[in-house]
């Protein structure tokens, strides 16, 4: 016991106090950090903040930027999607009524080789008529020239005179059909 009163009893030194040269000596190392810390560290953290505070907002303008530049594109091409749309449709418009339009001649075109096929059938019809007509004549002239001659019993060979007695003969004809 005697022993932990000579350590006690040594100076009557309390080891929550500290002595001054420690004082001194630790203001002036704190001092001398302080400085250092304040002239290069602390600049460097500075210019650090400031870099990355810029490229931060840097970054928030060029977003913004880059979602006004793709709202303006987005509207554009729904004005021109809208514009190929009314294009679109105009031109299946006009597609339908050319469409219409060619049908329309078609038709025409048709109905005009229609009547001019039935007008060249009707015209052939006539001169086949007419030549069968004419074939007709001759050939009941012949027969009426020949009965004739058989009834009257002379010869007709007088061309003129057959022609009357034919032409007689077929005007009886035709005022007995009628």
Known sequence: MQRINILSGEG???????????????????????LV??????????KAYAARTEAIEGGIERAE?????????LVQYNEQLSSAQGEASKLR???????????????????????????AAHA??????????TSLRNEVGALAVELAS????????????????????IEDLEKSKK
């Open 124 to 133: 052939s019809i006539e001169a086949e008529r007419q030549q069968a007509i």
């Open 65 to 73: 930027k880059a979602q006004l530049e793709a709202q303006r594109a």
């Open 150 to 169: 058989k009834i009257v019993g002379e010869a007709l060979d007088d061309q003129a005179r057959q022609s009357r007695i034919v032409d007689r003969f």
């Open 12 to 34: 009557s030194l309390n080891p929550l106090i500290p002595h001054t040269a420690e004082i001194v000596v630790g203001f002036i190392a704190f001092t001398l950090l302080f």
């Open 37 to 46: 810390l304040k002239s290069k560290v602390v600049p460097m953290f500075e």
């Open 93 to 119: 418009e006009d597609a339908r009524i050319q469409g219409a339009a060619i049908l329309e001649e078609l038709r025409t075109k048709a109905q005009e080789e229609a009547a001019r096929i039935t007008a």
